[in-house]
Antibody, heavy 126, light 107 residues
Framework: QVQLVQSGAEVKKPGASVKVSCKASGYTFTDYYMHWVRQAPGQGLEWMGWINPKSGGTNYVQKFQGRVTMTRDTSISTAYMDLSRLGSDDTAVYYC???????????????????WGQGTLVTVSS | DIQLTQSPSFLSASVGDRVTITCRASQGISSYLAWYQQKPGKAPKVLIFAASTLQSGVPSRFSGSGSGTEFILTISSLQPEDFATYYCQQLNSYPRTFGQGTKLEIK
């Protein structure tokens, strides 16, 4: 079945960087954009950006520009999200998620996020 | 950026009740809207996409409607497993914004 499996929890000090991995299985990795979404404790969902696994192209939300880098290794169907200069407000669960879609007549008819990885808790603490 | 505003933010209801959650977009998004359910400690799960299409495997008591700027998620008869937080998301443009969430609690 289609599945995304993420790396384990991380504890980092302020100012450090973290790299979270997301291994895809059950589908052709390069056929779907991969997004990253985070959720601070008790808060809502925050979209961070996407990577096109086929081309390596990326699109980041302005808030994270200069601090986030999304990459991929197509040989092992794995996407990565690297976040630098961590602060306490970066403590959150980070999710990778595939954007699924229906194309009809060459036009996007519908799109949605599915499946989601299980999440990776990143704790930033001195 | 397109803002999504969900109402209510909190909802208290009983098993068997019919409930509705509204999601309003700050500008038109056609039907590029999805609804997700999230339970504590778990990743979100898609319920509905394209505003009204039920994801495979999702019970038929869930339904969605709307287009443009106003959307509604309806649960026709609440079951114990439906108590969770619900989010809407627009996929019309970037950034892919989410509503702030609606927490559905047992009365």
């Amino acid at each position: 079945q289609v599945q995304l499996v993420q790396s384990g929890a991380e504890v980092k000090k302020p100012g450090a960087s973290v790299k979270v991995s997301c291994k895809a299985s059950g589908y052709t990795f390069t056929d779907y954009y991969m997004h990253w979404v985070r959720q601070a404790p008790g808060q809502g969902l925050e979209w961070m950006g996407w990577i096109n696994p086929k081309s390596g192209g990326t699109n980041y939300v302005q808030k994270f520009q200069g601090r986030v880098t999304m990459t991929r290794d197509t040989s092992i169907s794995t996407a990565y999200m690297d976040l630098s200069r961590l602060g306490s407000d970066d403590t959150a669960v980070y999710y990778c998620v595939r954007e699924d879609m229906i194309i009809f007549g060459g036009v996007l008819d519908a799109n949605w996020f599915d499946p989601w990885g299980q999440g990776t808790l990143v704790t930033v603490s001195s | 950026d397109i803002q999504l505003t969900q109402s209510p933010s909190f909802l208290s209801a009983s098993v068997g009740d019919r409930v509705t959650i509204t999601c309003r977009a700050s500008q038109g998004i056609s039907s590029y809207l999805a609804w997700y359910q999230q339970k504590p400690g778990k990743a979100p799960k898609v319920l509905i996409f394209a505003a009204s299409t039920l994801q495979s495997g999702v019970p038929s008591r869930f339904s969605g409607s709307g287009s443009g700027t106003e959307f509604i998620l309806t649960i026709s008869s609440l079951q114990p497993e439906d108590f969770a937080t619900y989010y809407c998301q627009q996929l019309n443009s970037y950034p892919r914004t989410f509503g702030q969430g609606t927490k559905l609690e047992i009365k």
